[in-house]
């Protein structure tokens, strides 16, 4: 008895596992969408650009002696009122369904993302398919679908080099931020906080890099590349900030990983680079007679990497006066971008959640007010400790000879 109720519950296990292949896609009916681009058409609409692999040609493109294999990935576009719309009416012109698992990018046009990133991506996280994790940049001087139709020698599959881009450029120069789609979904629904997403743009002619010769040659006719730090306000860009400008925005955000300090020394400009290996940006938030004020502390850690002229660099009060020039520079560049925010109304470095934690009374009472009334006037106190832990292998450059 005991024997017979073991096989019957064994049989219905197995029949209940069988049974899961019920929405089984065969490969051959998938079209596996790498990238996602947004723009706008003169009538308003939304223009989707899907970014497609041509598996045949990315796995057989080494063998057959890269570029000439053909081209890895093809470019889909449609059009829509929403997003969906766009994303359904693509079947039109595709063999396959559409797969978004794989996809790893999302490509904003300039112009929707002036008009605003509302409704852009409830779709997305609705979708079960698509990863909130994709990586998000903004167009920046160019269409989405300019940016997706380059081709790149390098990484054969040009999503994947604005991504690795993206993290490398982060990791070592310190003026880009690698952003993904929930970091922006958050930021947009925190009323102390708004989005920062990193611009990217064509270099060269735009024409000429949708063509296979443009991975066949040594200087490609166009590459893309990172450009700059998009600053949103309400869900809409408002402004564009490069160089040390951006970087002051990824320091307050405890963002550098490691960057490249160049300060002055003996009446020459860009005489010592100072390479930061580690660091850390606390933001605390406090109230004074009835208002609130937040101080932002940078403690890094880094070497010497090039020095330009004469110094006795093993000397402890020379480096005791460069560590202090260097601070000296580090909340300059903070401080501008603090300064270029406030201008903008658009709190970008998230000090509203900071009074929020400190203050939970007071930040409900100036929340609505935040950006345009209290922001632009905020008192913020920027300090910094910089220790030089290496020097290099010389002690005295050899210029001084």
């Known amino acids: 008895m005991k024997r017979g109720i073991a096989i019957f519950v064994l049989l219905v296990v197995c029949t209940g596992m069988l049974a899961g292949c019920w929405s089984k896609k065969e490969l051959t009916d998938l079209a596996f969408i790498i990238a996602v681009g947004l723009d706008k058409t003169k009538d308003g609409k939304y223009l989707a650009s899907f970014q497609v692999v ?18 890895p990935v093809s470019i889909y576009t449609s059009t829509g009122d929403t997003l969906v719309e766009a994303s359904r009416k693509a079947s039109e012109k595709m063999s396959r369904l559409l797969y978004y698992a794989h996809t790893n990018l999302m490509v ?7 008009e605003g990133l509302d409704g852009v991506f409830d779709a997305l996280e609705r979708n079960s398919q698509f990863r909130t994790t994709a990586h998000l940049v903004i167009a920046h001087g160019h269409s989405a679908k300019e940016i997706l139709t ?10 994947n080099q604005i991504i690795k881009t993206l993290e490398f450029s982060e990791m070592a120069w310190g003026q880009t931020m690698n ?30 890099g949708k063509r296979q010769t ?14 700059g730090l998009a600053l949103f306000k309400n869900g809409r860009l408002v402004k564009w900030v490069n160089g040390p400008t951006a970087r002051g925005v990824v320091w307050v955000l405890d963002r550098i990983k490691q960057t490249n300090v160049t300060i ?29 004020t937040v101080s932002v502390h940078i403690k890094a850690e880094g070497d010497i990497s090039e020095a330009l ?12 006066q460069l560590e202090k020039e260097i601070e ?20 970008v470095f998230g000090f509203g959640d900071a009074v929020h934690r400190a203050a939970p009374r007071l930040w409900k009472k100036i929340q609505n007010e935040w950006h345009d009334r209290y922001f632009p006037e905020l008192d913020v106190t920027v300090t910094a400790d910089i220790y030089i832990r290496r020097i290099g292998l010389r002690n005295k450059p050899y210029m001084e000879k």
């Open 54 to 71: 041509n598996p045949g040609n990315v796995a057989g493109a080494t063998q057959r002696g890269g570029g000439a294999a053909g081209v």
């Open 179 to 208: 952003v993904d789609v929930w970091q922006v979904i958050r930021d947009l629904a925190s009323p102390g906080r708004n989005p920062v997403i990193t611009g990217v743009r064509i270099e060269g002619n735009p024409a000429r």
């Open 264 to 292: 002055p020394w003996n009446e020459k400009q860009e005489a010592i680079g100072y390479r930061t290996v580690r660091a850390k940006t606390d933001v605390e938030a406090t109230v004074k007679r009835g208002r609130p």
């Open 309 to 320: 002229v004469p110094i006795h660099l093993d000397d402890a009060n020379v480096l005791f």
């Open 108 to 114: 904003i046009g300039e112009e929707v993302a002036r």
């Open 150 to 159: 380059v081709l790149t020698p390098v990484d054969k599959i040009s999503a």
């Open 214 to 227: 443009n991975v066949q040659s040594s200087v490609p006719d166009a590459r893309v590349s990172l450009d």
């Open 328 to 347: 000296r520079d580090i909340k300059k560049e903070v401080k501008q971008a603090i300064e270029t925010a406030q201008r903008a109304r658009t709190d």
